[in-house]
């Protein structure tokens, strides 16, 4: 790596230039020191009920023997995990990497068809899924490989008999994970040889054909990115002393890396929120816990400082707030800070890139609007549409090679064929700018992604949805700003010739077919969408009209 504009600022502030990717043998080895030098602190607490991390290496260890000796399962397998930020969680996901297998990272809210496609494209025979789910499951089973079904419910793990749902009628077989928790407690495990080239997630992510991609993510890489931000925030990670409350949902690879693997593995105590939209109960959590660090997207900030009884919580203790998903806005770290007196700290990063590839380290004291340093360890190229590296200070898409990046995408050697330079950098998509100090600031997107909320909606999907829609000619769909989420779908349709279908009939088609934020908050009718003269949609021209 020839000298960065970084590098300066990683000797003046005592950045390492570089990390061990290599620090632990695998994501095991490093959870495992962390249960046995915490075992007596609480690791997870939700719904009132609390997890030691004694607990939990006792139950994961439990769900591995289950898996292993009930199911077979071995080293490389895949099973899927659909849950909200439950006890359960942890559990199910140490379990599975102690039998040596991959999870699949499922969305709770995901409907059929998109809950179909991730378990057939990943290969998926076993679902772990919270019991609020299963209507979804029943709809698509028939149509996968799936042959295991192990339900949830928010008191597992605890044992405490809270309220949930009932399991889908229409499912047979199913087992409950208490069950499977107690048969694996009768049942010897066997240790797997882990090393850094095995995988452990495959982390679904949008893709130009408008289905998911698979990021193909090993225990190096997530090894890798927990070392990079330690790295880069040791004052906010002092072993066995931080509280963190973990809103953004564990099965979005921010917080799972940041949340859950990075302050797991310091003895961090956890409070899990599994409905943050529930504001009155998200903001009764953070005042038990007293929050040392936090974590969250803009949104999420957003609605905070909006609360009328945010002002009762303790962030007295408040060390770090973190900031990712989606762009940081100024007046909302504003707000936060007038309330916390806490800067919002922003990254940057992919599903691809574990996912962190920048930060505001230590050092910055204010809001800056950019999104920090790249992570140590980590190359940033800027290139431009020909494929030349631009002058510092000019954009350029943002092009990451490091040991967090991903070895590509699960079985699409095409699509890896497009996503890398032919030096090995990851293209992100992203248009940035970097700072002579070496700051990367995220300016734009060359893909014509949206993100709402910190989640990702590519329009090619929704209009494939939509164009479904009886009486939908053709359409196109961008992002447009929004307030609340950042920005939101906004769809373009042409009707066909005598049709009499409404916007609101076109919204109600959406939300059967894709989960709530991909739906499209507002359609204008139009007489005709913009072309090239090859008679591709012009979506420039759909942003630059709105």
Not at 400 to 411: A, D, L
Request: proline content about 6%; aromatic content about 8%.
């Amino acid at each position: 790596m020839t000298s960065k504009p970084w590098f300066a600022t990683y000797s003046a502030n005592n950045i390492p230039a570089t990390i061990n990717a290599d620090a632990h043998p695998s994501v095991v080895h490093m959870l495992e020191a962390a249960m046995t030098q915490f075992a007596n602190q609480p690791a997870f607490r939700a719904f009132g009920q609390t997890l030691s991390y004694a607990d939990v290496d006792r139950q994961s260890a439990a769900f591995a023997a289950w898996l292993q000796q009930r199911l077979g399962v071995k080293k490389g397998d895949r099973v899927a995990v659909m849950l909200p930020n439950f006890l359960a969680f942890p559990v199910a996901f140490l379990g599975i990497a102690r039998a040596g297998a991959v999870q699949v990272n499922v969305n709770p809210l995901y409907t059929p068809r998109e809950l179909e496609h991730q378990l057939n494209d990943s290969g998926s025979e076993i679902i772990v899924i919270f019991n609020g789910s299963t209507p979804t499951l029943a709809e698509a089973i028939a149509r996968t490989g799936v042959k295991t079904v192990v339900t949830v419910t928010p008191g597992d793990g605890s044992g405490a008999a809270l309220p949930s749902p009932p399991v889908d009628a229409r499912l047979s077989g199913t087992i409950a994970f208490a069950d499977a928790l107690a048969q694996g407690a009768t049942l010897v495990r066997t240790p797997v040889a882990l090393t850094g080239d095995d995988l452990l997630f495959l982390q679904y992510t949008g893709g130009t054909t408008g289905l998911s991609k698979g990021a193909a993510l090993s225990h190096r890489n997530l090894v890798a990115n927990v070392e990079q931000f330690k790295s880069v925030m040791p004052s906010a990670l002092r072993p066995g002393q931080e509280v963190i409350v973990t809103a953004i949902p564990l099965y979005h690879i921010f917080a799972l890396m940041v949340n859950f693997l990075t302050y797991f593995s310091v003895g961090a105590e956890s409070w899990l929120v599994a409905n943050p939209r529930d504001m009155d109960g998200f903001v009764e959590v953070l005042k038990q816990a007293k929050p040392t660090i936090f974590m969250g997207v803009n949104t999420l900030y957003a609605g905070l400082t909006m609360h009328p009884r945010i002002g009762e919580v303790d962030f007295s203790n408040l060390r770090l707030s973190g900031g990712g998903g989606s762009a940081v806005v100024g007046a909302t770290s504003a707000k936060w800070k007038a309330i916390t007196g806490n800067f919002i700290r922003e990254g940057y990063g992919l599903s691809e890139t574990s996912p962190v590839v920048s930060f505001n380290p230590a050092s910055i004291q204010d809001f800056n609007g950019t999104t920090g340093l790249p992570l140590p360890g980590t190359d940033i190229k800027l290139l431009d549409d020909y494929g030349d590296e631009v002058a510092l200070g000019e954009s350029g898409e943002v092009c990451v090679k490091g040991p967090q990046v991903m070895r590509g995408y699960w079985n699409q050697p095409e699509a890896n064929a497009a996503a890398f330079t032919s030096d090995g950098y990851f293209r992100t998509g992203d248009v940035g700018v970097i700072t002579p100090e070496g700051f990367l600031k995220i300016v734009d997107r060359k893909k014509d992604m949206v993100i709402v909320s910190g989640f990702n909606v590519f329009p090619n999907e929704v209009e494939a949805v939509a164009s479904s829609c009886p009486g939908v000619a053709e359409c196109a769909c961008i992002g447009v700003a929004d307030e609340k989420t950042g920005e939101a779908v906004k769809l373009f349709a042409v009707k066909m010739p005598g049709a009499t279908l409404t916007a609101e009939d076109i919204i109600a088609h959406c939300r059967k077919e894709m989960t709530a934020y991909k739906v499209p908050k507002n359609v204008l009718f139009v007489d005709a969408l913009p072309k090239s003269t090859v008679g591709k949609i012009l979506r420039r021209e759909l942003r630059t009209a709105t």
